[in-house]
């Protein structure tokens, strides 16, 4: 099936690290994404693994990628203000005709308190 | 310069009007698609093109009517608008019809009253 999920809020203190989980169901995917969207504008894309690897760093970024639980974690070192967003977890998905679709989570509104 | 852009960027109608949104990208990009973002932050896609052809197209009613006159621009159409099409409309574009890399635009906010 097509699903992904994600806890909807996550808030922490400036300066911590932030991590946000997801998890997803269809075990073909072969991309899995992180998209952030500031309040009134669109998509960004982050950062993404591909399946067959563990781990992403990206600066203060680190992806990791669990794929017997189908789990994907997005870990933000040192968490700023400006980090506040909504965080989207996607997988890419094979469709008919090798046309592929990009399944969004709900989003994580992350929230940074002083 | 903008790579994807859409407009309007807000659009409020009434109930059974009919009304278009424009995108167009400039990173010559083969794919396009359009993505239906609800109140609740939900994020579905809609259609993808490739190269001006239908590839993708959900269960979206007929009243949405995607049309891609060249590679660089998408269109959507969407005829007697009802309460429900209320959602922000993204566009987005990748280089090829796998979408390793999808970049989006700003979106459209539609209001139908």
């Known amino acids: 099936g097509e699903d992904v999920e994600q806890s909807l809020f996550l808030s922490v203190r400036e300066g911590d690290s932030s991590v946000i989980n997801c998890t997803y169901t269809?075990?073909?995917?072969?991309?899995l994404y992180w998209y952030k969207q500031e309040p009134g504008a669109g998509l960004q894309l982050l950062t993404y693994?591909?399946?067959?690897?563990d781990m992403k760093q990206d600066q203060r970024l680190t992806v990791l990628l669990n794929k017997k639980d189908k789990h994907l974690s997005l870990r933000i070192a040192d968490t700023q203000t400006g980090d506040s967003a909504i965080y989207f977890c996607?997988?890419?998905?094979?469709?008919?005709?090798?046309?592929?679709?990009?399944?969004f989570g709900s989003g994580t509104r992350l929230s940074i308190r002083p | 310069d903008t790579a994807v852009s859409q407009t309007p960027k807000y659009l409020v109608t009434q109930m059974g009007n009919d009304k278009s949104i424009k995108c167009e990208q400039n990173?010559?990009?083969?794919?396009m698609y359009w993505y239906k973002q609800d109140s609740k932050k939900f994020l579905k896609i809609m259609f993808s093109?490739?190269?001006?052809?239908?590839?993708i197209n959900e269960t979206v009613p007929n009243r949405f009517s995607p049309k891609s006159p060249d590679k660089a621009h998408l269109n959507l159409h969407i005829n007697s608008l009802e309460l429900g099409d209320s959602a922000v409309y993204f566009c987005?574009?990748?280089?090829?019809?796998?979408?390793?890399?999808?970049?989006f635009g700003p979106g459209t906010r539609l209001t139908v009253t």
């Open positions: 987005a574009s990748s280089q090829d019809f796998r979408g390793d890399e999808q970049y």
């Open positions: 269809d075990s073909s995917s072969t991309y």
């Open positions: 693994i591909f399946s067959n690897m």
């Open positions: 996607a997988e890419r998905l094979l469709g008919y005709s090798s046309a592929s679709k990009i399944i």
């Open positions: 990173l010559g990009h083969d794919t």
């Open positions: 093109y490739n190269n001006k052809e239908l590839i």
